[in-house]
Structures are given as C-alpha cells and as structure tokens.
C-alpha cells in the first residue's frame, strides 16, 4: 500500500492516521465482546442490553467490531485513491468517541431505554457514511462510489436492528443479515482487488517461477456478481427456493477465482496466505449454506460462522496487520506474533464449526473456539499497541517484524 501525505502535526500519534484508533478499537472491542456473549449465553452472567443475547452479540459483531475495521481500512485506503488529505487529530476523535458511545449504549441498553440507545449508535454511522462520501465526491473518485453504498447498507441494517428494539417492527433479524451480507460483499469487492495484487507483486520478486495471477477478468465479474444475487437472496428470502443454489453458485464461483490467485505459492509468507484462507472461508461458508439448505446436516449457524468467524476474521486479521505495518513504513511480513495470530483466530473458525459434532462437549468446544477468537484479537492489540499509539522513534528506523 503506498503511504499517503500526513499533515504535519503535534497530537497523538494515535490521532495521525485513521487505522490507528479504528484497528486498536476493533481489535479490543473482538476480544471483549466474544466471552461477554458466552458468559451470557451459558446462562452465567445476563447483559445489561434490552436486545435479546443472539441479537446484541450479532450485531455488536457487524456494527461494532466489523464497522471499526471498514472505517480504519477506509480512512486509510481513501486518501490514496483521492489524493486528499487524510482525517486527523479532533474530527478523527469525533468519529471515535460516536463509535465508543455506540458500543456503550448497545450494551447497557436496558438502563437508558431503546430511543436513546438508537440515536447513540446511530450517529456513528451515519457521521462515518457523510465522511466517506464527501472525500470520494470532492476527489471525484467515482470508481469507489460502490463504498459509499456498502456504507447506506450498514447504516439501513443497525436501523432496522433499532427499528425492531423500540418495538415498531421485526426487523432485528433482517438488519443484522443486511449487515452480514454487506461486509461479504465487501470482502468479494475488495479482497478481489488486494489478493492478486499483492500475490502478484511478491511472486515477482520471491518466485518468478510461478506464474501470477491474472488482472481482473470475466470469472472476477461473474464471482462478484453471482455473490451479490445470494446475499440478496438470502437476506430477502432465506426460505426460499432460489436462496441455496445461489449460494452454491456463489460458493464454486469465489472457489474459482480464490484457485486463479496461486495462493499455494505464498504459503512462506503469513502476510500473504492468510488472505487467501480468509477468501477460501468465503467460498466454503457460501457452499455450506446453500448445501445446508438443501440436505440438513448442520445447524445454519454453522455455515454462518464459516463466513464470519471464518471469512470476516480471517480478512480483517490480515487488512489489520498489513495496513498498520505499511503505513507506519514497517516491512510487511510476519513474525512469530503475527503468525500466531493468524493460527489463533483459524483455529477459533475450525473449532466454532466442529462444536454442533462435540454433544456434551458443545459448551467446551464453544469456549475453546471465544477464547482462540479473543487471543488472537487480544494478541494483535497487545502487540501493535506501540505500532498504533506511539510515534515512530530513531530506534524503530529497521524494526525487527512482529
């Protein structure tokens, strides 16, 4: 990723780029959440949110955890598209104290009442989606106009969550689906761009060997495109009869665009196949929950979290990781920390698909499966904490990697 121009500045490092807040907020914000719904879960503990305990941890996942990684990647990705200059120091504070208040206000729901709650949350979205729109808008960037789109998607999703807790409709469900669908079809859009790019860029240098991948061709638009008919089908009609196939469809597609990007030639490089991993994620969630559908064998919730815990893991892990090493002119490759995070939260995927297998061991694999999740978001925090927080000193001119 090139480095985009930075105002000089006084404040926080912390305040200087908008990955650096959004990455450490989404990484502790994963790691807390995920046992908080367990305890609940298991009966132990209630939350203090007037949501029911499956809604709350649904969308503090999309709209909480996943929202703060869309926005530290956007706000980062943005300037380099539109040549402007980045959001820093008090407006880029803003942002993250809307999100914070969020995260507070959907939690203790029960206490301060469902319009209050609503209106909290509901500002960061909305504030984030005006952001992002006015900087692609004056840098006349229309070709990214797709993520102001993916910005209303998630904003009509929370809504409709919100709309369902103060009672005037039952739409909690649907919200959080439209929310789900958006962040994979962001995964499609955008992992369809960087995956190759970067494949291509390190298999040039690292092995000439090996053919790179292809530029974007007729599969990446059939992949994108039979991607968006099943998450439109399975958000409006996830009953239906269309709904499997389309995601059986979706699946083969995103499978064969993942086997056009030579991701077994990158195994040496965590950077690298972890993003491929995280795309595979995609199409194995797709091609469960269609089969699912078809021939009952597994929970729903299991090809569910294929996709989430699997796909949106995975990929936010690996953005996270790459983007704060870029831009803080770190060389992108792994070290032992990094690798174990990446093992953790795959191990957390492979164990929250195999606890509907465990019978009396369910709760146990469920508990395996949020404390993998936790450390591996818990370690990245741990970790890049002096990455994202702290300024750039003499003795970090060749950092070791991390």
Same mark, same amino acid.
């Given at each position: 990723?090139?480095?985009?121009r930075?105002r000089s500045?006084?404040g926080?490092?912390?305040?200087?780029a908008?990955?650096?807040?959004?990455?450490?907020?989404s990484a502790?914000?994963?790691?807390?959440?995920?046992?908080?719904w367990?305890v609940?879960?298991?009966?132990q503990v209630p #939350?203090?949110?007037?949501l029911p305990?499956?809604v709350?941890?649904?969308?503090?996942?999309v709209?909480?955890?996943?929202?703060?990684t869309v926005?530290?990647?956007l706000?980062t990705?943005i300037?380099?598209?539109?040549?402007?200059?980045p959001?820093?120091?008090?407006?880029?504070?803003?942002?993250?104290? #809307?999100?914070l208040s969020?995260? *507070?206000a959907m939690?203790l729901?029960s206490c301060?009442?469902?319009?209050a709650t609503a209106a909290?949350d509901?500002a960061?979205p909305?504030a984030?989606?005006?952001?992002i729109?006015?900087?692609?808008i004056?840098?006349?960037?229309w070709r990214?106009?797709?993520? %102001?789109a993916?910005l209303a998607?998630?904003l009509g999703?929370?809504?409709l969550v919100?709309l369902g807790?103060v009672?005037l409709a039952d739409t909690e469900?649907?919200g959080? !689906?439209i929310?789900?669908?958006?962040?994979?079809?962001l995964i499609?859009f955008?992992g369809?761009?960087?995956?190759p790019?970067? &494949?291509r860029n390190?298999?040039?240098?690292?092995?000439?060997d090996?053919?790179?991948?292809?530029?974007?061709n @007729?599969l990446?638009r059939?992949?994108?495109a039979?991607s968006?008919?099943a =998450?439109?089908? @399975? *958000?409006?009609a996830?009953n239906g009869?269309v709904m499997?196939?389309a995601c %059986?469809?979706?699946?083969v597609?995103?499978? =064969?665009?993942?086997?056009c990007?030579?991701?077994?030639a990158t195994?040496r490089?965590?950077?690298l @196949?972890?993003?491929?991993l995280g795309y595979?994620w995609l199409?194995?969630g797709?091609?469960?929950?269609g089969l699912? +559908?078809?021939? $009952?064998?597994? $929970?729903?919730t299991?090809?569910?979290?294929?996709?989430t815990v699997?796909?949106?893991?995975?990929? &936010?892990?690996?953005?996270? +990781?790459?983007?704060?090493l870029?831009?803080?002119g770190?060389?992108v490759?792994?070290g032992?920390?990094?690798?174990?995070?990446?093992?953790? *939260?795959?191990?957390?995927?492979?164990?929250? #698909?195999?606890?509907?297998?465990g019978g009396?061991e369910?709760? +146990?694999?469920?508990?395996l499966?949020?404390i993998?999740?936790?450390g591996?978001f818990?370690?990245?925090?741990?970790?890049?904490?002096?990455? =994202?927080?702290?300024p750039r000193t003499? !003795?970090?001119a +060749?950092?070791?990697p991390i």
């Open positions: 990723m090139a480095i985009p930075y500045r006084h926080p490092a912390l305040l200087s908008g990955f650096r807040p959004f990455f450490l907020l502790a914000w994963a790691s807390l959440a995920i046992p908080m367990v609940a879960f298991a009966g #939350l203090p949110t007037a305990p499956v709350w941890h649904v969308h503090e996942m709209f909480g955890f996943a929202a703060a926005a530290g990647f706000l990705a300037p380099n598209w539109t040549g402007r200059m959001l820093q120091g008090g407006p880029l504070a803003v942002l993250a104290v #809307l999100w969020g995260r *507070v939690l729901s301060i009442g469902a319009g909290l509901l960061f909305l984030f989606l005006g952001v729109a006015r900087e692609i004056a840098g006349h960037n990214n106009l797709p993520m %102001v993916a998607c998630l999703g929370n809504a919100h807790a009672g469900a649907v959080n !689906r929310g789900v669908a958006t962040l994979l079809m499609s955008v369809g761009r960087i995956i790019s970067f &494949t390190w298999l040039v240098k690292q092995r000439p090996v053919r790179p991948p292809a530029a974007f @007729w990446d059939v992949a994108l039979v968006a008919i =998450l439109a089908f @399975w *958000v409006l996830p009869a499997p196939w %059986v469809a979706a699946g597609a995103d499978g =064969l665009r993942l086997a990007w030579r991701g077994l195994l490089e965590p950077m @196949w972890v993003l491929h595979g199409a194995i797709f091609l469960l929950l699912d +559908t078809v021939v $009952p064998w597994l $929970p729903q299991t090809a569910l979290h294929a996709l699997g796909a949106v893991g995975c990929m &936010t892990l690996a953005v996270m +990781t790459r983007a704060t870029g831009h803080t770190r060389p490759t792994a032992a920390g990094t690798t174990t995070i990446f093992g953790l *939260v795959t191990l957390a995927a492979l164990l929250r #698909l195999l606890a509907p297998f009396a369910y709760a +146990t694999l469920l508990w499966a949020a993998a999740w936790s591996a818990g370690l990245f925090a741990l970790l890049y904490l002096p990455v =994202l927080a702290f003499g !003795r970090d +060749t950092p070791r």
